[in-house]
Structures are given as structure tokens and as C-alpha cells.
């Protein structure tokens, strides 16, 4: 009877919210009710809309039947969006790439155990990029009656809890009534000014229809804006350490993003260089003559040569990812370090050199933290006087070796592959490719998936401004790109995704062509098939002189597979940049998925790659990477 009741009263607050616009709304409005009778889920749902969350990725199941029906009534109502999905994996990225494309919050529901397991694997992508998605895991009933199916067959409690709050912030709702403190713990995470990222949320089976009785609707969480200030510190002792040293390099991370005007004025005021990371990809223009490009063991020849021989560190919002700092090698003449960043442990990151002080870290929002330091910079003396400084033009020279290296891949799109026994694009063709034609769109958003087809990404894309590429080199999940495309169907403002990936991610993760033709998704999938993990087989070959259990020789018509599912386009993408040129375009002037099959090449021809620079403490370059890491001593 009492669920009767719910029901009944459900669709009366469903009607308030429409009818006033919003929950705020409705609490405010004359008449309302303060109290209400209302089940924990719905509690939850209301929370989170509340939050702006209307958005859901969701595989149902047993352990979360309470929340579906109360998600029935509200989409009915048009007030959130379900999207079902086949995979948790797929939702979870799904839900990473609607929030880092567009700013748009979502949720991922799933059932108890294995998809939830899935799920919090696949979190690894917000947690390393820094991506606030909300998680609701159906979790083991509170009564401990025996084991439940699904959960972990263990004589334990809350062993999901410990999971996910190692994988990163996490609350059961054990106790019904805590609902507004674990929603407030959860919005602390999601909506982090500076370090977003996951929050689970464990629905156990037996409370998520438990009674909330005469509970007050405003007790749920509000709507919050947080923010810090700048940092604090010895701002004029900075700029006088950037004025007097010779070569300054300056990292941008992906903390630097909508920093974009200050970072440009840094470099010229302190007559220094810029290396990228992939996730800041834009954040200085490519056409500027001080962007070296992106630097690590998959850098340039640029970007390396500007961390090799800088005398000073200026770091601006980046954590020093393995890959990106050659595991902590990379800049092998810096004295002085000057570090900018929001989080204590970043900022912290290398140490100057003992004759030149301690290092200086500058903890607070990056934005205002560089306006500060600008401020500083513009009271002195131009370094350059006009022209190019010494230290612009050697680096400059790599920029333009590295220009014409990449040119000369691109004068010879062709090679000949014993794979295809036949000539096939270059995966540096098909990328460059593409991404001239994306850029001359104005929609388009690029995602790579992780792998070969990543490395060689990030070392060629152009981007003028942020927001163009989105690259998982945190987590580097195969199958995120594809699984993303799913957000072009959420997402408010409309874009066009086109998914770069390869034979081995996007077969991780091909639900997507039926979810994506479901629920309207718009995009393309660039499939680069090599029929091997070509990052893979390189750094076997690379590190012993031998490939293991990286390629396969089963034959694959992703074409057909493609076309037999309705609603998909087809595309051959063919032999020739003009070819994919055409693809391309057939591709966006249809109004849904479409997957553009291209057959690459993988070899020893210098010419079928970006090449591989710098160091990583990986596989036999451990020793000698480690004992060069201590031997720098930052």
C-alpha cells in the first residue's frame, strides 16, 4: 500500500518540477509541500538532478531495479535522459567524454558486481584526466542475510566500499537518511575546481526502496560554484629567476586549459618555449613559432631538444606523466624550477638544483596564479629586445627539422605492407589526413583511442585552440574513442566525433555501433587497421629485437560487420588521401554513425611512422633510466 502510495505522490512531484522548471523552483513556490514520503532512489534522482545531473548511462540489472523505475517516471516526464547501453565499460566512457567535450555532467548506473567492476575499471579514464562522472553501483544488502549474487563471495563487509575508495572517493548508503551528506561528499569530487574525478555511489539492494519518511527536499544539496584564488608567494623573486635565465621551457599540462591568453603572453615576456601535453592540445596555438609540440619518449624532435637543454622549468598545471617526462629524465640541464599548479603534490614535483635555492611552487588556480606572475614580468625588461634570442632560434631550427621530417612521411602516403600484399596507406597519412579535414570543420571534435594510432596522434595533430582533441594519455584505455562517440548523442550542443582508433581498441569496445544507431549518435569511426598492437610490437622490437603475441593473422571484414548493422554507414576508406578525403565527407553529411575502414601499414620503413624519442622506465631501459633519473638528482 505505502508503494502505492509513492507511486502516486512521485508523479505529483514529477508534475511540480515540470511545472515550475526546476526543483528549486518548486520548493519555493506557494503551496508546495516541505515533507514528503519518498524512497531512497527517487531521494537520489532528485538529488542529482538538483546538481544538474540529467543525464544517465545505464546497464540495469537485479541491483538496481528501484532506481530504474523511479528513472521510468522522471524520463517520461522529460525531466533526465536514460541511455541503455551493452557494456559498462562503453557508458563509463561515455559519460568521461560528455563531461570533458562539453562540460555536461552524467551518471553510470550499474547492477551489483561484475558491472560494477567493469564500470570502476573503466574509471581509470576520469581519475587520470582529471573528469568528475558520477557513479551508482548496486551494492550487497545491509542485513548480511548470505551472500548475495554478485557481490563478492567473501565473509566480509563492504568490500565494494574498499574497492572504490581505493580506485578513488566512495560512499554506501547503508543508512537511507545519509543520503544528503553522501551527495554532498560525491558533488565535493565531481564538481572539484581544479581535480575532478570519480564518485561511487554503492546503492545496497535492500535500501534503495527503503521509505524516506516526511523527509525536507531542501535538505538535499544545492547547486555550488567553487573556486580558489591564486597562489600566494614571492611573486617578483619568480619573475627575477625567469628574467635571468637563458633558456626557459615551459610545460603546459592540461591544468593550463582556459589559460590560453596568459600562456602566450608568458612566453614572449619570458622568452621561452613551449612543450604541450596531449591533453592541452591547442592550449598554445601550433602555428606559434614557441610551441615545440608535444616531448617525451613518443615527443618530437622539438620538444625533446627544448627539455634537454633548458636551464629552467617553468611548469604550468601538468603532473609529469611517465611518457611525457621520460620518467623523470627529460630536462637534463635544468637548474631552477618554478612550478605553478592547484594540487600540493604536482607542484612539488622536482626539486632546483642546490646552488640556485629550493624550488618555487605556486599552489592555487593556474589562470590567476599567471596573471600574478605576468603582472611581475611586465615591469622589467624586455629579454628578446626585439628580436630572436639565441635560444628561440636553436630551438626554432628543431621545430623546422621536425617539420620537414613530418612533410616527408606525408610526400609518401604509400608504402608496400606483406600483411595486405599490396601498397596501403601510412598511419602518419591517414592522421594528417584527417585531421586537416576535421580542423576545417567547425564541429568536429577528435578522440583517439589508445595505442599506435594515439602516439602518432598527438605528435601530428595542429590544433589552433583548445578543446579540438580529446586524447585518454592518462589511463590510455583501448576503446575509449569509439565507446565516446556515444556523447555526441547526449550532449547539449551538438558535435561531430570522429573516433580514431584501431583494430585492437575499437574491437574492445564495438558495441557502440548498435548503442550509437539507438540512441542518434553522430560521428565516425577511423578504423586504422594494422592487424596488430602496433605500439606494442614496436617497443618489443625496439627493447629485445623481437615481436611476442602482439599481432594476429585472422582476417576481419569490418565493413560488412559495420553494414549489417542498420542504420550504420559503411565507408572504404581506400589507398589515397583523396579517397579518405571523400569518405570523410560522406561520413559527416550523414545524419548518424558511420565507420571509415582504412588498411594501414605496419613495418621497419622509417617513413610508416612518427618515430620514438627520449627514454621510459619500462622492460630493459629500467636501469639505466633510473641510475640517469638519480644521477640528475631534481
Not at 566500499?161 to 537518511?177: D, E, F, I, N, V
Not at 558533488?187 to 574525478?197: K, N, T
Not at 635565465?245 to 610545460?251: E, G, L, Q, S
Not at 622509417?606 to 631501459?621: F, S
Amino acid at each position: 500500500m505505502i508503494y502505492d502510495q509513492i507511486a502516486t505522490s512521485r508523479q505529483e512531484r514529477v508534475a511540480a518540477i515540470v511545472k515550475h522548471g526546476s526543483l528549486d523552483a518548486a520548493l519555493t513556490s506557494a503551496g508546495y509541500q516541505r515533507r514528503h514520503d519518498l524512497t531512497l532512489s527517487e531521494a537520489i534522482v532528485l538529488g542529482l538532478l538538483r546538481q544538474e545531473v540529467r543525464t544517465y548511462f545505464a546497464v540495469f540489472g537485479h541491483g538496481s531495479t528501484d532506481v530504474a523505475e523511479v528513472l521510468r517516471v522522471y524520463q517520461g516526464a522529460g525531466l533526465v535522459r536514460v541511455l541503455n547501453v551493452r557494456n559498462e565499460v562503453e557508458a563509463s566512457h561515455a559519460a568521461a567524454a560528455l563531461r570533458w567535450a562539453t562540460g555536461k555532467k552524467s551518471a553510470v548506473i550499474t547492477s551489483i558486481g561484475p558491472g560494477a567492476l567493469q564500470a570502476m575499471a573503466a574509471s581509470l579514464v576520469p581519475s587520470s584526466d582529471g573528469i568528475g562522472v558520477w557513479y551508482l553501483f548496486g551494492d550487497e544488502t545491509t542485513e548480511d542475510e548470505g551472500f548475495n549474487m554478485q557481490q563478492i563471495p567473501k565473509y566480509e563487509q563492504g568490500l565494494f566500499l574498499r574497492l572504490c575508495s581505493t580506485m578513488g572517493h566512495a560512499y554506501t548508503l547503508h543508512t537511507p537518511m545519509a543520503v544528503s551528506t553522501a551527495l554532498r561528499r560525491g558533488q565535493a569530487v565531481v564538481d572539484h575546481p581544479y581535480r575532478a574525478g570519480p564518485f561511487f555511489l554503492l546503492l545496497p539492494m535492500n535500501t534503495q526502496a527503503a521509505v524516506l519518511k516526511q523527509f525536507v527536499l531542501n535538505e538535499l544539496p544545492q547547486k555550488i560554484s567553487i573556486s580558489i584564488g591564486a597562489a600566494e608567494g614571492d611573486f617578483p623573486a619568480a619573475a627575477h629567476r625567469l628574467r635571468e635565465a637563458k633558456r626557459v621551457i615551459v610545460r603546459v599540462g592540461g591544468g593550463a586549459r582556459g589559460a590560453e591568453r596568459e600562456v602566450s603572453e608568458l612566453l614572449e615576456l619570458c622568452d621561452g618555449v613551449a612543450v604541450v601535453s596531449p591533453l592541452a592540445s591547442g592550449v598554445v596555438p601550433y602555428s606559434n613559432p614557441r610551441n615545440m609540440t608535444v616531448g617525451g619518449s613518443k615527443g618530437t624532435l622539438c620538444g625533446n631538444y627544448a627539455m634537454e637543454n633548458a636551464d629552467l622549468l617553468l611548469a604550468v598545471g601538468t603532473r609529469f606523466v611517465c611518457q611525457s617526462d621520460c620518467s623523470r629524465t627529460a630536462y637534463l640541464r635544468v637548474k631552477q624550477v618554478i612550478n605553478i599548479n592547484a594540487e600540493i603534490e604536482a607542484a612539488v614535483n622536482y626539486n632546483s638544483d642546490e646552488q640556485y635555492g629550493s624550488s618555487v611552487a605556486m599552489i592555487g588556480d593556474i589562470r590567476l596564479t599567471l596573471q600574478r606572475l605576468l603582472k611581475e614580468l611586465r615591469q622589467g625588461p624586455s629579454k628578446t629586445k626585439g628580436k630572436p634570442s639565441e635560444w628561440l632560434s636553436s630551438c626554432g631550427a628543431r621545430r623546422a627539422e621536425w617539420d620537414k621530417f613530418k612533410q616527408q612521411r606525408y610526400e609518401h602516403p604509400l608504402l608496400y605492407d606483406d600483411v595486405w600484399k599490396k601498397e596501403v596507406l601510412t598511419q602518419p597519412a591517414v592522421i594528417k589526413t584527417a585531421d586537416d579535414w576535421a580542423r576545417g570543420k567547425k564541429d568536429v571534435v577528435k578522440i583517439f583511442d589508445a595505442g599506435d594510432v594515439q602516439a602518432n596522434g598527438f605528435q601530428i595533430v595542429e590544433d589552433e585552440a583548445p578543446g579540438h582533441t580529446l586524447t585518454d594519455t592518462g589511463a590510455s584505455y583501448m576503446g575509449f574513442a569509439v565507446s565516446a562517440l556515444l556523447s555526441t548523442a547526449a550532449a547539449d550542443s551538438k558535435f561531430f566525433g570522429l573516433a580514431f582508433s584501431g583494430d585492437g581498441s575499437f574491437t574492445m569496445n564495438p558495441q557502440v555501433l548498435i548503442d550509437g544507431v539507438q540512441h542518434g549518435a553522430r560521428g565516425g569511426i577511423l578504423l586504422l587497421d594494422n592487424r596488430r598492437m602496433a605500439a606494442i610490437t614496436g617497443l618489443q622490437v625496439a627493447q629485445y629485437g623481437h615481436e611476442f603475441a602482439t599481432s594476429d593473422s585472422v582476417e576481419v571484414d569490418y565493413l560488412k560487420w559495420a553494414a549489417s548493422i542498420k542504420g550504420v554507414l559503411a565507408l572504404d576508406g581506400g589507398s589515397s588521401p583523396e579517397r579518405l578525403r571523400t569518405a570523410l565527407d560522406r561520413a559527416y553529411e550523414y545524419d548518424g554513425l558511420s565507420l571509415i575502414y582504412v588498411p594501414v601499414y605496419f613495418g621497419e620503413n622509417e617513413l610508416g611512422g612518427m618515430g620514438v624519442y627520449g627514454r621510459w622506465n619500462v622492460g630493459n631501459w629500467c636501469e639505466s633510466t633510473q641510475a640517469l633519473r638519480h644521477d640528475i638528482g631534481l
